[in-house]
């Protein structure tokens, strides 16, 4: 018997793993080129997951990369929005 799913939140830590895992984890090398293209991709798969699930809400996914080496942190963050609706 599988899992049921309680919240929507339980549901997206499972998307979040495979999409993660799919797109972010064969590159070992942190690329400050590749960043907003790794965010781009990872975004839009999660989201493209969640919203075959036809829950009436809307969602946000937000991705943070962080280069390990005791630097300051850069950030890159980008929005789409759904313009009839939103």
């Known amino acids: 018997m599988a899992t049921e799913k309680y919240t929507v939140a ?11 895992g799919r797109i972010f984890m064969p590159i070992t090398t942190y690329d400050v080129q590749q960043v ?9 798969a999660i989201m493209a997951k969640i919203v075959q699930s ?3 809400r809307k969602y946000i996914v937000n991705c943070t990369i962080i280069q390990r080496n005791g630097a300051g942190l850069h950030t890159v963050a980008a929005c789409s929005w759904n313009e ?3």
Not at 10 to 20: A, L
Not at 36 to 44: A, C, E, H, R
């Open 84 to 86: 009839d609706m939103d």
């Open 54 to 56: 036809r829950l009436p």
């Open 36 to 44: 907003p293209l790794v965010i781009n991709s990872i975004t839009d």
């Open 10 to 20: 339980d549901e997206c830590v499972d998307v979040v793993r495979d999409v993660v």
